[in-house]
Nanobody, 121 residues
Framework: QVQLVESGGGLVQAGGSLSISCVAS????????MGWYCQAPGKQRELVATITRGGFSNYLDSVKGRFTISRDNAKNMVYLQMNSLKPEDTGVYYC???????????????WGQGTQVTVSS
């Protein structure tokens, strides 16, 4: 079995910073792309940032220059450093990973349970 567990969410004032992290555990052979998604109240879940195993990253336009995604392949972890936070960044942030388990020839897509980030104005 595979588990993705996020941590680090919370309440922060506009203009502040917050860092969230996610660890993947289980019988994991290799993790390809890891990413963060956000679901704001009443809206669909949307991609915030992704990072490949080699470190190539991609961001939602509205967070470019403010958010930084990084990962530690040895620890199966992905991080999101969020600076200059805005109220519109509020939402549940979900970790996502595209990975292959030991003994499997196929990649599967997995989600964490989410962590709440609230930015007050």
């Amino acid at each position: 079995q595979v588990q993705l567990v996020e941590s680090g969410g919370g309440l922060v004032q506009a203009g502040g910073s917050l860092s969230i992290s996610c660890v993947a555990s289980g019988m994991i052979s290799v993790i390809n792309i890891m990413g963060w998604y956000c679901q704001a109240p009443g809206k669909q879940r949307e991609l915030v940032a992704t990072i490949t195993r080699g470190g190539f990253s991609n961001y939602l336009d509205s967070v470019k220059g403010r958010f930084t995604i990084s990962r530690d392949n040895a620890k199966n972890m992905v991080y999101l450093q969020m600076n200059s936070l805005k109220p519109e960044d509020t939402g549940v942030y979900y970790c996502n990973a595209d990975l292959r388990m030991h003994g499997s020839g196929r990649y599967g897509n997995y989600w964490g349970q989410g962590t709440q980030v609230t930015v007050s104005s």
